[in-house]
């Protein structure tokens, strides 16, 4: 049985930093991909950033290239997101998720879900 265990987030202002963490469980093939999605009140879940576990090759979002950092710790089989310079418009329920395979971005491609953690940034 796969699990996903999100935590960190929070409340920050305009400008600070936060940090959330992902431990996966569960998974028997190494060729697998972690990634991390966001839902705002009243729009659609979209992706934020991903990572391939064993290659470490990486996608980011438009909206937080530059600022949003992806990374993973293999032999504690957790994925973290530092999230730097953040901003209002990244006030978002924050969810981690896994698939089996290559690098996707797309969350219809991510059928292994954590509960999702909240991220509120204030101006």
């Known amino acids: 049985q796969v699990q996903v265990v999100e935590s960190g987030g929070g409340l920050a202002q305009t400008g600070e930093s936060l940090r959330l963490s992902c431990h996966v469980s569960?998974?028997?093939?190494?060729?697998?991909?972690m990634g991390w999605f966001r839902q705002a009140p009243g729009k659609g879940r979209e992706g934020v950033a991903v990572v391939h576990w064993t290659g470490g090759t990486t996608w980011y979002a438009s909206s937080v290239k530059g600022r949003f950092t992806i990374s993973r710790d293999i032999a504690e089989n957790t994925v973290y997101l530092q999230m730097n310079d953040l901003k209002p418009e990244d006030t978002a329920m924050y969810y981690c998720a896994a698939r089996l395979g290559g690098l996707r971005s797309g969350p219809e491609d991510f059928p292994y879900w954590g509960q999702g953690t909240q991220v509120t940034v204030s101006s």
């Open positions: 569960g998974l028997t093939d190494d060729h697998y991909a």
